[in-house]
């Protein structure tokens, strides 16, 4: 029988019911100004204010990856010649879909996918998947990829054979099924229909509005002219990209709307927890497969991972799970894997292997695993040095051309051990670190605390570098 939760979701009049330290103003442009929190926290709470809102256009961009992986084999001795391309394999480039939330509407989205997410949280403890979804959860206090990837790591360590089965959905957020979606709110809140105010803001993500960001640099270079943009945007004079009144002119031939019945803008402060609630029903049906194979299984975002103690028969044992794992996943049609990125591996013997048993590894959530030693992904190391190498050089050309050392303190805090708590989060160093010291209790060799042991003197020596 459904009983309506709404009262818990909106029993509290005041900001009691929002910690506005993370209801953080963001500097970027939209078509409203930044806001502040505190002058509307009383209306992003107020059910009847929401249901009238007007909903700002999202806006739009891609992003190309040059996605690149490391050449298997190759040292990390031969990795720090990072400019020598024989030890990189490039992919093809991956478009990235960008939409970004006005102002006041990231508050909203923010606000209601919290409400949300609380109650995911009761509910998935109460169907045994709290412990499956370990992404965009806000009842994990405390951990992070660390503690999901030591706990796979060392379950895979306490068996003595295990198949690994690692999957990737492709394109998760541009297939998710609206309908389902919605389904999946009301069980999630326990109500038979959507409230007026979970309606307006499920419809502003699923039937969304959104304007090219290229529109809008034509439209505001013929404005000001190029040069003059330019100089607008760098000096921060602008509070927003046009008046409402430029606006309303402006959006009438340029806008476009989501008309399909499928996929939301990734990003927002709502996308995240609806992709968990989408999949409620797969992550049991998953779950109790896994369950009585005593297995694990978890789940972060759109990448699953099963592990499943080993018995007889390798070859067709393999092969029946798979096998069996794709029924489940068929099932649900909007769900689709990436073939090539599924890892099909083997523990024996106190060594990962591939389906042929030559020697491999497991890759997850950006360590790697292969029986007798831990890691950080080379890649991730790769990206680090080669940033921090740009950032070193940028502050070396800087320094000679002014006279005086510049880009220093930045450089500092993003690339060495002097940023352990930078912006109260740190950087890839502490990162690294902690991920060593936690993980130093497992059965088997930590490696990561030599890959970043040398990093201060070699960015002192990029920076100091003299031609």
Known sequence: MYQSNRLQLHNLPSSSQIDMKKYRSKGYLHFDKRIKIEHVYRKIQDPNWVTEHAFLPFIHYKIKLNKYTVKQGITSKQLRLFKDQRFLKYKKPKERMIYYASHLDSFIYKFYGERLNDAYNLYAKENGIDDVSIAYRNNKLGKSNIDFAKEVFKYILDQDKAVIIALDFTSFFDNLNHKVL??????VLALKELPSDFYKVFRSITRFSYIDKKVID???IGKYGEKQYKKIKKKGTLKRFMSPAEFRDFKKERIKIHKEDFGIPQGSGMSAVCSNIHLINFDASLNEWAENKGALYRRYCDDLILVIPYSKDRKLEINNLITEVYQIINKYHD???????????VYDCGRIKNQNGELDKIDYLGFILDGETIKIREKSVFKF????YRKAKISRESTVRRGIKTYRWKLYKLYTHLGYDYKGYGNFISYALEAHEKMVDLPVRILIKNQVRRHWSKIQGKLLKRK
């Not at 919605?182 to 069980?187: L, M, R, V």
């Not at 769900?335 to 591996?345: D, F, M, P, S, V």
């Open 335 to 345: 769900l689709k894997i990436q073939e090539e990125k599924t890892e099909i591996r």
């Open 385 to 388: 040095y080669s940033r921090a």
């Open 218 to 220: 034509e439209y505001l």
């Open 182 to 187: 919605k389904e999946n709110i009301k069980t």
